[in-house]
C-alpha cells in the first residue's frame, strides 16, 4: 500500500490494484505470514473491516482500491457514494489534481503530496467545466462554462454535488463589472466551513459567500474587505486581515453565518509591498510572509520571510524560527506546503514561488529560499524553469498564453499553486500502460 520513493525530479505513475490477485498480495501485509495461504477476497466481515478501517484513516485511494477487490470486502465496507460529499471520512486530503493539458481532459493525474504516488484519473465530469479552485480537503470546485453553475467534485471517489449558481452573487455586483461573469468569478480560496456548508472566497468582487449543497442561492457573509488568503482548516473556514486571523462562524442556526476573529497576528504585515500565506502545514495552521525589503544604502532588494503559528488557545500567532522540516510553494494566493520526504528534489524548510509570484526587482542570489539561515531568494517560475514552446501576445504587445512543459516535480508544484490564466500546457502524450484510480 505503501508507494515507493520517488528519484529526485521524477513523477512516477503508479498502477493502482486492479485484480484480486494484486489485491491478495497488499491484503497480506495486514495479516497472517506468507506461509499461510488463504482466499484473500473472501476474507471475513470482521477482518476485512478492520483493514479498511485502517486504510481510510491513512489514504482513501487505498480504500477505494481495496472496494474494488471484490464483492464481499464492497458489502462489508462503507461506499462513499452513499455518503454526502462532504463526509470528511472520504475525502482526499493529501492528493491535489496537476495542472496540465492532456491528450484526453477528462483523464488527469493526481499526485499524492504526501507520499509522490501518482495516478491516471478518468473523469468525466469535468467536461464542460473551468476548474475554479482546489480545496485543502482535496475537492475540486468548477463552474460550468455555459451555464455558470458550480460543482463541488471528489476526484478520487468522483462524487459530485451541486452548489448555487454564480450568478446569483453577480446580480449584486453586475454594474461595476463587465458583462461576462466569467471575468468577475476568480476564486482565491474554497473549502469547508462546518460538515454541512462550503465557503467560497470570490477573490475579485471581494466576496466571501456560504452554501450548503442543493442550495439555491449563496448566503453572503463578507462583502468589500481585502481577505484573501483563505483556506479551510479542520473543517473550518480562515481568512485574514492585516491584523487579524477570521473563521467563518456558522454555529449559530438564529443567526446568518458571519466572521469572528479566531486569532491575532502579532507581527503586521504590510501587504502593498509583499504577500500572506495561511498554509495547513502539516496539520498545523501557520501563516508566512513575503515583504520586499530594501538594504539601506543599496539600491538592491531582497525578499523577507516570516512564519507564524496559529495558537488557538492563546489566539494569537506565535513565530516560528522553519516550518519544521517541510517546503512550502506560494502563488499570488494559493499555497501549499509539502513533505521533502517524498520529493527528494525538494529542500527542506525552504519557500519556492509559483509562476505568477514575480517581483520585478533585482533581487540578490538565486534559488529557494531557506528559512533556516535566510539564504537565497525565491526566484520566479519563468520561462528557464521549464522548457519554454513560446508565448503568444496580442497587437499591443501584452502577452496571450505561454506554453511550459513542466521538467519535475518542483515545475509542476510551481504550475499548482499559479492562478496565471495565460499559462497552458503542452499536451502531454498518455500512453496504454498508465492506470486508471477508478
Known amino acids: 500500500m505503501n508507494a515507493k520513493r520517488p528519484r529526485s525530479g521524477d513523477l512516477p505513475l503508479l498502477p493502482t490494484t486492479s485484480s484480486p490477485e494484486e489485491a491478495s498480495s497488499a491484503a497480506q501485509r495486514f495479516s497472517s505470514p506468507p506461509a499461510c495461504r488463504m482466499d484473500w477476497s473472501n476474507l471475513g466481515e470482521g477482518p476485512a473491516g478492520m483493514v479498511a478501517q485502517r486504510l481510510l484513516s491513512g489514504d482513501v485511494a487505498d480504500y ?3 472496494r474494488a477487490v471484490s464483492r464481499p470486502w464492497r458489502h462489508c465496507t462503507a461506499d462513499p457514494r452513499a455518503h454526502g460529499i462532504l463526509d470528511r471520512r472520504f475525502h482526499p486530503r493529501t492528493w491535489i489534481m496537476l495542472r496540465e493539458k492532456v491528450a484526453d481532459p477528462e483523464h488527469r493525474r493526481l499526485l499524492n503530496v504526501s507520499t509522490g504516488q501518482c495516478v491516471r484519473a478518468h473523469l468525466p ?20 462554462r455555459a451555464t455558470y453553475a458550480v460543482r463541488l467534485l471528489n476526484p478520487l471517489t468522483r462524487q459530485v454535488a451541486d452548489l448555487p449558481p454564480a450568478t446569483t452573487l453577480y446580480r449584486l455586483y453586475r454594474g461595476a463589472h463587465g ?29 466571501l459567500a456560504v452554501a450548503k449543497p442543493g442550495d439555491e442561492q449563496w448566503t453572503l457573509v463578507q462583502r468589500g474587505a481585502s481577505l484573501s488568503p483563505a483556506i479551510s482548516f ?4 480562515y481568512c485574514t486581515t492585516p491584523t487579524e486571523i477570521k473563521m467563518v462562524d456558522t454555529s449559530d442556526d438564529s443567526q446568518p453565518p458571519r466572521l469572528v476573529v479566531a486569532a491575532k497576528i502579532i507581527h503586521w504585515f504590510t501587504r502593498g509591498e509583499g504577500t500572506v500565506h495561511l498554509l495547513d502545514n502539516g496539520g498545523e495552521l501557520m501563516l508566512l510572509s ?3 525589503m530594501q538594504r539601506v544604502g543599496e539600491a538592491r532588494y531582497f525578499m523577507e520571510y516570516k512564519v507564524s503559528r496559529v495558537d488557538f ?35 527542506n524548510d525552504s519557500v519556492y514561488l509559483g509562476k505568477d509570484h514575480k517581483v ?12 533556516v539561515d535566510g539564504t537565497g531568494t525565491t526566484p520566479s517560475f519563468d520561462e528557464s524553469s521549464g522548457v519554454t514552446q513560446g ?20 515545475d509542476y508544484l510551481s504550475l499548482y499553486v499559479t492562478e496565471d490564466t495565460s499559462i497552458s500546457y503542452a499536451e502531454e502524450d498518455t500512453s496504454d500502460s498508465d492506470a486508471e484510480a477508478n
Open 64 to 66: 477505494v482500491r481495496f
Open 125 to 144: 465530469e469535468l467536461r464542460g467545466h473551468d476548474v475554479c479552485a482546489p480545496t485543502v480537503e482535496g475537492l475540486l470546485v468548477l463552474l460550468n
Open 179 to 207: 458583462a461576462d461573469p466569467r471575468l468577475d468569478f476568480q476564486v482565491s480560496g474554497a473549502g469547508l466551513a462546518d460538515d454541512a456548508t462550503v465557503a467560497v472566497l470570490f477573490d475579485e468582487v471581494r466576496m
Open 234 to 237: 479542520a473543517g473550518r473556514f
Open 290 to 292: 513575503r515583504t520586499l
Open 313 to 347: 488557545d492563546a489566539r494569537k500567532t506565535q513565530p516560528m524560527p522553519n516550518l519544521g522540516g517541510r517546503a512550502v510553494f506560494i502563488g499570488s494566493t494559493h499555497a501549499i506546503s509539502v513533505s521533502p520526504l517524498a520529493f527528494p528534489a525538494i529542500t
Open 360 to 371: 520585478g526587482y533585482n533581487l540578490e542570489d538565486t534559488g529557494p529560499y531557506k528559512l
Open 391 to 410: 508565448c503568444a501576445y496580442d497587437n499591443n504587445g501584452r502577452r496571450i498564453v505561454c506554453r511550459y512543459e513542466p521538467r519535475g516535480i518542483v
